[in-house]
């Protein structure tokens, strides 16, 4: 068989070359390609135009979207920051930026510290002491321990965090009525808003994030110390955020030591986008702020009593103020507890695993029933974990229940629509 394979191919060599010179190619091989194809279907000219496309060098795809990018960016404002630099900074924490600590007490208690970073400072805890030192230049997340051993969680503080836990004088409006009052008045970056009862400035600190660095927050307030705390509170926040972002926060808040229902006169020159009343006789602030809303914009009322919305609405029938009142509403959350639940010998239960079709006797029933009366929340330390393989490898029942603690009433929130009445 070997030999007639190679008289064979002897043979066909031998007539290619006598016919051209060259030997014979498959039918495969002699196939057009595609863009060939094209090119004989168009005329001359346009043929010669393809042809010099295609001998043009080729980009790889990846130096094309690099090089679509590299355009973008240049094509990009100057003015315009990245996302890198919308972000938190990426690094440790720094001295005279604010460190939330986290310590997990009995009970599922967790006790919150917030402190200003600084060298010769101490952070003291219920569980013993940590030198301000020690946090400084070490990543938010982590975990350290105080001089008592006990473990401590230390990262950066949210806006909701710090206006909790910030110096206060008068009650503040706490964020879960501040967070429907921004979707209350349905405010924008660029709006102009007012306030009036500055308090200790935690309404103010979520307006002026809310109305962004375009817009413009004006908060009135008549005491002086409130006046005082407003902005030392809200000058702390500013200050720890440049320290630990990487771009500022917007210094758009204008505080205002005046009455406001004696601001007629400066109030003429002002539009308004929304109104935030958090003081104890809004009734007569209202005919003083109502000319500079805008026409259907929104004023949002904080109250802590229901006899104070009552006298708010007849003020405004009485006066025939153009408001218009939607709705009143009360912000009420509620806690829960979901933990691994534990016997009162201190073992873990297990979950007792259940097969179809198959009867448990009437006393295994019965000891079942009894363990679940006796379960219990677990109460453990903070980083307390099973210590037997057994439990830690097997289902384990849980106990969900509402917490101990729940927020409970904190204002009646009443929105005003501003309308333009009829022509008599």
């Known amino acids: 068989m070997r030999v007639w394979r ?91 930026e604010l460190a939330l600590a986290e310590v997990r007490r009995k ?30 230049g070490q990543l938010p997340g982590q975990m350290l321990r105080t001089s008592a051993g006990a473990p401590l969680l230390l990262r950066r503080p949210s806006l909701e965090e710090y206006v909790l836990l910030m110096p206060r004088g008068p009650t503040i409006a706490y964020p879960k009525d501040i967070s429907a009052i921004l979707t209350m008045t349905d405010i924008h970056p660029g ?74 006169a400066d109030m003429k020159s002002v539009t308004v986008d929304a109104i935030v009343l958090d003081m104890l006789n809004p009734q007569s602030a209202l005919p003083v702020v109502h000319p500079s809303l805008k026409q259907g914009g929104v004023c949002a009322v904080y109250l802590a009593n229901i006899t104070q919305v009552i006298d708010l609405l007849d003020r405004i029938r009485t006066c025939k103020l153009p408001f218009l009142c939607e709705r009143i509403i009360e912000v009420t959350y ?27 006797p009437p006393q295994k029933e019965y000891e079942e029933i009894h363990i679940q009366d006796q379960v219990v929340l677990k109460e453990s330390e903070y980083n307390d974990s099973l210590s037997d393989d057994a439990e830690t490898n097997c ?7 509402p917490s101990y603690w729940q927020d409970g009433h904190s204002a009646f929130l009443t929105k005003l629509r501003k309308f333009r009445p009829l022509l008599s």
Request: hydrophobic residues 35%; neutral net charge.
């Open 6 to 96: 190679g008289l064979w191919r002897a043979v066909s060599s031998g007539d290619g070359a006598a016919r051209g010179g060259r030997p014979r190619r498959r039918a495969w091989e002699t196939s057009l390609s595609p863009l060939e194809r094209v090119r004989r279907l168009l005329p001359p000219e346009e043929a010669a135009a393809v042809g010099r496309c295609a001998a043009a060098p080729q980009v790889p795809p990846e130096e094309e979207e690099k090089e679509e990018e590299e355009e973008e960016a240049a094509a990009a404002p100057s003015s315009q920051a990245s996302p890198e630099a919308a972000g938190a900074r990426p690094g440790p924490f720094r001295a005279g």
């Open 107 to 136: 009970h599922n208690a967790t006790s919150k510290l917030l402190c200003r970073l600084a060298a010769g400072s101490v952070l003291a805890s219920p569980r013993g002491f940590l030198p301000h030192c020690d946090i400084i």
């Open 191 to 264: 709006d102009t808003v007012l306030e009036t009862g500055s308090g200790s400035g935690a309404m103010s600190l979520f307006l002026s994030r809310a109305v962004g660095p375009k817009g413009r927050v004006i908060s009135y307030e008549i005491r002086d110390d409130h006046h005082n705390l407003a902005k030392k509170n809200y000058r702390h926040w500013r200050a720890a955020w440049e320290i630990g972002h990487m771009e500022e926060w917007p210094d758009n808040v204008d505080f205002i030591l005046k009455d406001i229902s004696t601001a007629a």
């Open 334 to 360: 509620r806690n829960w507890l979901v933990l691994p639940a534990k016997i009162k010998n201190c073992k873990s239960s297990q979950m007792v695993e259940t097969q179809e079709n198959i009867e448990e």
């Open 395 to 401: 289902s384990m029942p849980y106990v969900a229940r």
